[in-house]
């Protein structure tokens, strides 16, 4: 009998931080967005790499794919963890090919948020304009509308085990 591989393989785990939406037209494509601010995530949807060039996702040599460290000691250590009420970090699941990175990150093919992290730096309620009754994303919106669950940073090894991520 012949021996062949899996048709599917677990996610693995990943942290990443965000910027929240940095304003109102901003917050129409997703409450999400890259750290430059020039690529949303799509609100409770799988953010799926793709690349000007025309090739699939990740590619060696390339930066396109979705990136995410290992760990949130290594986000933050690399200088990516939330430094003020401005940004949100969290839980992702990255799916299909990856390319794993030197300094602890890896890159996919996608990835979808499973859970955000409590941080020091709450979301103060701003309203766009005074009087209008329009207000800017806060941390616990996204959450809300994610659809996830806010956890400690120290419990991302046992919420990735609850969820049968990979961690290497």
Do not use: Q
């Not at 917050?27 to 799988?46: I, K, Q, V």
């Not at 103060?124 to 009087?131: A, D, I, M, T, Y």
């Not at 090894?157 to 609850?162: G, L, M, R, T």
């Amino acid at each position: 009998m012949e021996s062949r591989a899996p048709d599917y393989l677990a996610p693995i785990a990943g942290a990443r931080a965000w910027r929240l939406a940095p304003n109102l037209m901003a917050r129409t494509y997703g409450y999400l967005w890259s750290h430059a601010a020039t690529t949303f995530w799509p609100d409770n949807e799988e953010m799926v790499g793709k690349c000007d060039s025309g090739h699939p996702a990740p590619a060696k040599g390339c930066s396109c794919g979705v990136y995410a460290w290992k760990s949130p000691a290594l986000m933050h250590s690399n200088g990516y963890g939330p430094a003020d009420h401005l940004h949100i970090s969290g839980v992702v699941a990255g799916r299909g090919r990856f390319i794993r990175g030197e300094r602890g990150y890896w890159v996919a093919e996608g990835a979808v948020v499973l859970a955000f992290f409590r941080d020091d730096y709450p979301s103060p309620v701003r309203e766009v304009l005074s009087g209008s009754g329009v207000y800017l994303p806060t941390k616990e919106e996204a959450a809300r509308i994610y659809n996830v669950p806010v956890i400690e940073f120290g419990e991302f090894d046992s919420f990735c085990d609850e969820y049968g991520l990979i961690r290497f």
